[in-house]
């Protein structure tokens, strides 16, 4: 019997298109119906500080409108949290937050920053509301995600998609591997995101403990070919065991 991991699609760039010209088109919200008829698990958005691509009243209607999981990717900024506990997306993923970074750089680091995150977590859980680490693939980062009171972590993967030789991939899926394995250990649940494209899911999909996959910039950029439902399902077919 076959398996698949399930598919998060990032819709932020839909948005970043309609904030180029500060318009009302085109719509997030009527991109998250178009991947979910296309297959998507999850929707995932993420609320900068900047705002410089997904607005408060997007994530506001997204989380009415959506029949799958509403994922918020988010700093740990004290507006987004309140906004955050007030929208009570299914869960929230914690990602570092630079304003001059084009795209989240790398992991959280968790274990500097474990007293704050870990009382983050805690109003989340209150709240009833799901919380996930974006993490760089380490030993340490694993375990103090699971000592913050984390759900589940998003191993970045993007060293891994930056790769250029063999040897180095096979390095980078072995570090993922192991992350994924101590993580499951640890009982949380493993997901992974960052610069996964068509061509490169393969390895990803291998890792039997990775249960979730959070992708944006590759499948909005084949859906400007073929329209957003075929790039998500194009996708779901990648993602069968």
């Known amino acids: 019997m076959s398996d698949h991991i399930k598919l998060g699609v990032n819709i932020d760039h839909v ?10 088109e085109p719509d997030p919200v009527r991109a998250a119906v178009l991947a979910e008829l296309g297959g998507a698990d999850q929707i995932t958005v993420h609320l900068r500080e900047d705002r410089r691509h997904i607005q408060d009243r997007d994530l506001d209607i997204l989380r009415k409108t959506i029949t799958t999981r509403l994922n918020l990717e988010m700093g740990l900024a004290d507006e987004i949290i309140d906004i955050a506990l007030a929208t009570k997306p299914d869960q929230v993923t914690l990602v570092p937050e630079r304003r001059q970074e084009i795209t989240t750089e790398g992991g959280l ?4 920053s474990l007293e704050r995150i870990t009382a983050a977590v805690g109003r989340f859980h209150q709240a009833g509301i799901a919380v ?8 340490e980062q694993v375990r ?20 250029r030789t063999r040897a180095a991939v096979r390095q980078e899926v072995y570090r993922l591997h192991l992350a994924a394995v101590l993580a499951k250990n640890e009982r949380l649940g493993v997901y992974a995101g960052h610069g996964l494209t068509y061509v490169n899911i393969g ?11 959070n992708i944006g910039h590759s499948i909005i950029s084949r859906a400007l070919f073929v329209g957003l439902e075929t790039a998500v399902r ?3 077919n990648l993602l069968v065991r």
Do not use: C, W
């Open 15 to 24: 948005a970043t298109v309609r904030q180029a010209r500060r318009t009302t």
């Open 109 to 112: 680091d968790v274990a500097s």
């Open 234 to 236: 194009e996708m779901k």
């Open 203 to 213: 390895h990803i999909v291998n890792l039997l403990e990775i249960t979730e996959v």
């Open 144 to 163: 103090a995600s699971r000592q913050a009171g984390a759900d589940g972590v998003e191993l970045h993967t993007g060293n891994y998609a930056n790769a």
């Open 132 to 139: 996930s680490m974006f993490i760089d693939p380490s030993r």
